[in-house]
Structures are given as structure tokens and as C-alpha cells.
């Protein structure tokens, strides 16, 4: 049985829909500012062709999964300074990253999911063969700076603590990978749908989570999400790995879209993350990067 459409969201803390994507600048000037996605039509035949328009001084465009974001922002001026290219990017949750390209937001790389590549790829808006894995992250627990830190190194010691911890703060189930692994490890240490609804705490993602989760008020709150993420937020502490079974990775790979109007540029900035600055950056916050 489904648990999701009984879970409450709490007014401020409610995720994303859709298209409301967190959108970050990286360009050779040092203000961010937003960027507008088009919406590539679809129905012509010719909704992918190159624009003549377009040159070098022109960013690439990103989409990219929370759990990348932080090297995806800091590694944007070693790629200008590299290639003379530079790029822009969204960050956002791998699922509404997928409903943005599906709804035809056009976009030269994405950095999502091997789930997300095959929706994708079953409607046609891959490159063939432009795959690139970049690495692998895990989950695991947050609590605000300055909490004591819970005992969670056993499954039962996990189980535990989240019995005692009177609010979960984590991704939206529905669109972010990390927030669906956490409800696995829920369901599986035997907590039930109204047990988990009682203490959900949701949010667009899971750097959202972990600032939700240093602003909040309850006595003995907890945060549950990929490495990446609790690291993105210095006012929570991270605890550690879930332990034992209960650890799932995700990887994250590159990908060209269909709608990139620039393949050639597109696969050197899909070389690029797939190098060894971009991979270091990775490693830095969390991942086990791919050989």
C-alpha cells in the first residue's frame, strides 16, 4: 500500500512542483542570477536543430541532482578557465529534473540518475551512448549542530533512534531518490505508514531538508539523506552511514540531451565532470567516484 498520498506537508517545508526548481548561475562574472529554461516544442522536427545564435560565449546549460551540486557550482570557473566554455545550471531533485525535460525544457547536460536516464531514454531525450557514471553516494543521518549525536550503528541502534527522534526531516519521496531510500529503510526496520507520516517532515530536497532541519523547533529532531547533501549545510552535524543492509548508493551519471543544439560543446563539458577535477570536487563531498 501506497504510503505517500496520506503524508502531511507541512506549509513551509512543502516540495517542489513540478517546474519549481532552484535555479543557480555559474558564468565567468562572479553574481549569480536565474536562468530561463525554454520549453523546446516538441511537435517540429526541428526543435533541436542548432541556432545559429549560439557561439562560444554562450553558457552550456546543466541540469543537475542535489547530490552533485556542490561540485557542479564550485568546478564552473575551472571549467571555463580549461575549455574557454562556460556553463549555467538548475539544481534540483532527480525527479522533477526528469519532469522538467519531459515537459520540454531544452538543455545541453544533465546530471541525474540511472532511473531518470531511462525515463528519458524511453521518450527519446538521450543522446544514444552519451552516458558518462561519474560516482556513487550513500545516506545517512544528520542532527542540528550542537545536538548529541544518536546511537545508530546497528540496525537496531538505528531503529532506535528514530523511534526517539520526534520529527524526520527529509527529501519528498516522490521526486528525490534519497527521501524514497529513507521511506525503504523505514518500512523495512518496521515502522509503520502512520508512524512514518507522524514524524515526515518534507521538503523539495535533501539540502532543503538539512536547513529545514537546522531551523527546527522540536526537542529531538532528525535528518536522513545522501552525504552530499548533509555536508551542502554547515548548520547540522552529520552523524554517520546508515548501517549495515540498510545503506543503498545511487549513482549519478552525465548525460547529452536531445535538445542540446551544441553536441560537440556538450560532450566537452560531459568529459569535463567525467575528469579528474570534477571527480576530486565528488569526492570531496561524499561520493566514491567511478574509475
Known sequence: MSLLPSWPRSPTLAPWIGLALLAITACSTSEPHSVDLAIADTSSPDAAAPDATLDAATPLTVLAAGATEGAVTDEASVFEAQTGLSYTFTIGSAGALRDLIIAGAKADVALVTPAVISALAAKNLVVVGSRVDLGTIGGGVAVRAGDPPPLIDTEAAFAQALSDADAWYYADPTLATAGAAFVAIATKL???SAQIAAKSHLAAGGKEAMLALAAATEQHPLGVTQLSEIKAVPAVTYVGPYPGT????????????????RAAEAAELVQFFAGPDFKARLQASGFVTTP
Not at 246 to 261: D, E, G, K, V
Open 190 to 192: 518496521g515502522f509503520t
Open 246 to 261: 540498510l545503506q543503498t548508493t545511487t549513482t549519478y551519471a552525465a548525460i547529452i540531451l536531445q535538445s542540446s543544439a
